[in-house]
């Protein structure tokens, strides 16, 4: 039966959701903000115990936490691709994390025919900002962000130039911000730093009128580096640590990784003489933002009518020194980023929305990011696109049952031989090796006993 469900979903498309808004709500601005690489149980409102998360932490509290949410895919590019065009792994434009043009910024673009959220909500009169990681297409292309609703970007265009946070330059719209001091020797600026004084910008400059911010923040993808301030301190020496990225002979780093290397390569990631500390530092960092924006919208007045949502594109990293293993990243669940098993692709998400969404509700609403753009039209009072595969979880930010349910959720992934996941209420199938068996056989476990995937079912699924 799950064979034939495997096949039916490569396959279905849904039609148009005509989904209006709850008409006591007025329309809200709209932040979401997405980590990357950060796993299900690296917060401490989901049990991480080896740092704390606290302004993160207040958002759960203010609000809504969900347990049983999903990223689109298991790796960045084809999971923001889900996200932003509300269609499944099987039916987005980009599907993995491929390079457009070898040695150059930039990887596969949205096609022009693409439909993202930002557009949508253009269409719905609001103002529309994405500030971090794009990477669904350099300025050439038609998947470059103003082509796509974005109506102001700030960050980095590439994914693999995102692998540095003290990159020689960052992209302003279409043009190029050299970033004075940062040449590949010397590490003056701090992307993440600039990218969040941006958003802080936008938000005060779009305070009377609806806006997006899309909030694609890189931390805490590898590289593992931070600056060594007053956040550092708290956790320099704290932890037991093994260096990454040093040769273990000479003890230097390794060349093509480290700032000033003869052969440096922005993609490389640089030497982590205390990889746990500097992770740690890294997400502290990324939580004292969160905070100072919901300070700022509180301070303009604006927060009663601000949804802020907080989430992860896909599982947790063992690049550049990661080692989720040491913090259990996965939280509950098993696996890391390209795994299909539920910590590679269940993530972490948050909403709040004073007056709208209650205080304190944890919520095992099963949804993922394919339903984002269609909560997000019905929040703002226009039709979702026909044939996407989203179904609107906004029904439960008041409290209610959505009366229109996934009867499965679907995940491909090409790399590592191919892998393939579904979802149907408590059951989970896997299959793995794809590209040298399309007979793969499946892996059954039941989430709701099992959800950490460990014991396969012995249940029939021929």
Not at 302 to 308: F, K, P, R, S
């Amino acid at each position: 039966m799950l064979k034939y469900i495997l096949l039916i979903s490569l396959l279905a498309a849904f039609g148009c959701r005509k989904d209006t808004r709850d008409e006591r709500a007025e329309k809200p601005n709209i932040i979401y903000i997405l980590a990357d690489d950060l796993g299900y149980g690296d917060l401490s409102c989901y049990g991480q115990k080896q740092f704390q998360t606290p302004n993160i932490d207040k958002l759960a509290a203010n609000g809504m936490l969900f347990t049983q949410h999903y990223a689109g895919s298991a790796v960045c590019a084809p999971s923001r691709s889900v996200l932003m065009t509300g269609l499944h792994a099987g039916h987005t434009y980009v599907r993995s994390n491929v390079e457009y043009k070898k040695g150059e910024e930039g990887q596969y673009p949205l096609a022009d025919e693409a439909y993202t959220i930002p557009e949508m909500l253009q269409s719905a009169g609001y103002k529309t900002g994405a500030f971090g990681k794009w990477g669904l297409g350099m300025w050439d292309t038609e998947g470059n962000a103003n082509k796509q609703g974005i109506d102001y970007f700030y960050g980095y265009a590439c994914q693999r130039q995102a692998h540095r946070y003290y990159p020689t330059h960052l992209w302003e719209n279409g043009k190029k911000v050299i970033l004075e001091g940062n040449d590949t020797k010397q590490l003056a600026q701090y992307a993440p730093d600039l990218i969040h004084e941006k958003t802080l910008d936008f938000i005060r400059a779009n305070r009377s009128k609806p806006f997006f911010a899309y909030v694609a923040s890189v931390i805490p993808h590898a590289e593992l580096l931070v600056p060594k301030d007053s956040i550092w301190d708290q956790f320099d020496g704290k932890y037991p640590e093994t260096p990454w990225g040093f040769d273990n002979t000479s003890g230097s780093p390794y060349n093509g990784n480290a700032y000033g290397a003869p052969d440096y390569d922005f993609g490389g990631y640089n030497p982590a003489e205390q990889p746990h500390a500097s992770f740690a530092a890294m997400v502290t960092r990324l939580d004292v933002q969160v905070g100072e924006i919901v300070e700022l919208l509180k301070e303009l007045d604006i927060y009663d009518n601000t949804l802020v949502i907080f989430t992860s594109d896909n599982g947790p990293h063992e690049a550049g020194g990661g080692d989720p293993d040491f913090f259990k990243g996965f939280g509950t669940v098993r696996g890391y980023k390209r795994d299909l098993y539920e910590g590679g692709i269940r993530v972490p998400m948050i909403a709040t929305w004073p007056n709208t969404i209650k205080k304190g509700v944890r919520s095992d609403y099963v949804s993922a990011f394919y339903d984002v753009m269609p909560t997000f039209a019905e929040l703002a009072g226009v039709s979702a696109p026909e044939g996407i595969d989203g179904l609107s979880f906004a029904p439960v930010f008041f409290g209610n049952d959505p009366k229109e349910k996934h009867d499965y959720f679907y995940w491909e992934f090409p790399s590592q031989g191919g892998k393939q996941a579904v979802r149907m209420g408590d059951w989970k199938a896997v299959r793995l090796g794809l590209m040298a068996d399309a007979n793969a056989p499946i892996e059954l476990y039941d989430l709701e006993s099992d959800p950490q995937e460990t014991q396969r079912s012995s249940r029939s699924v021929s």
